[in-house]
């Protein structure tokens, strides 16, 4: 992975961390976007976001409960690129 995914990787965990339980309580549950809006075709994310396009497509649709679902994997998923293996 170069320097500049890895930095950008950094900058979503970090996002994804502090703005998840806000945006878990906002009604309708707001989108994780962070207007880095790149595929990594490899995993099927977006760097920005961790979403799939078929999440992210899917995210005007769905309800909240679906949302939230969402929204608690991503982090997860940005960890686990980060260091290639799962986070606890």
């Not at 806000?22 to 976001?49: F, H, N, T, W």
């Not at 799939?52 to 909240?64: F, G, K, P, R, V």
């Not at 608690?72 to 606890?88: D, G, S, Y």
Request: charged share 25%.
């Amino acid at each position: 992975m170069d320097a500049c995914t890895r930095a950008q990787l950094k900058l979503s965990l970090g996002k994804l961390r502090n703005s998840r339980a806000q945006a878990e309580r906002a009604q309708p549950v707001s989108s994780p976007c962070i207007s880095v809006c790149k595929m990594d075709e490899a995993r099927g994310l977006c760097i920005g976001c961790m979403r799939t396009i078929d999440e992210i497509a899917a995210w005007s649709t769905m309800n909240d409960t679906a949302r939230q679902a969402v929204w608690k994997t991503l982090p997860e998923r940005a960890c686990a690129w980060l260091n290639e293996t799962p986070c606890a």
